[in-house]
């Protein structure tokens, strides 16, 4: 699951979990309203192939546990989401057979929609808008 808490240790809340899947590597947005992460054993995919070695989708929650949404629905695996100063979120994904870093940037209306008015994650939403392979640093 993700926790968050104060720095003193104390107000400890826990923000996304479930006994049926893992959420693992977390990243704070720049501004701090959300939190990226990765889950592992949640898509049909994944399950289908037992697949609990890799992470399966990328999602965005509001530091508070509301407004969960799915931003990936490949179904190859997806990892290590990092949020980055541009809004983008930077993940790693197997396509095709091949590992490369893909990114997706959430549009103001997935964030900033009231947590009712957000589609459910069962209902399999389409990603934020198409993910696709980072530009080369130069």
């Given amino acids: 699951g993700v926790?968050?808490?104060k720095p003193d240790g104390s107000a400890?809340?826990?923000i996304v979990s479930s006994d049926q899947w893992a959420a693992i590597n977390p990243s704070w947005s720049p501004d701090g309203k959300h939190i990226t992460f990765a889950t592992v054993h949640k898509s049909p995919g994944s399950q289908a192939e037992n697949r609990a070695w890799a992470g399966d989708d990328v999602?965005?929650?509001n530091s508070d546990g509301?407004?969960?949404y799915q931003?990936?629905?490949d179904a190859g695996p997806e990892w290590n989401p990092r949020w980055s100063s541009d809004g983008r979120i930077y993940f790693?994904?197997?396509r095709e057979g091949a590992q490369n870093i893909?990114?997706?940037k959430p549009t103001l209306s997935e964030l900033a929609l009231e947590p009712a008015a957000r589609p459910e994650p069962a209902a399999e939403p389409g990603p934020a808008q198409p993910d696709h392979p980072a530009e080369p640093a130069n």
């Fill in 102 to 104: 893909h990114s997706v």
């Fill in 59 to 61: 999602w965005i929650v």
């Fill in 92 to 94: 790693v994904a197997r």
């Fill in 3 to 5: 926790w968050v808490l």
């Fill in 71 to 73: 931003l990936t629905t």
């Fill in 66 to 68: 509301t407004g969960l």
């Fill in 12 to 14: 400890v809340t826990e």
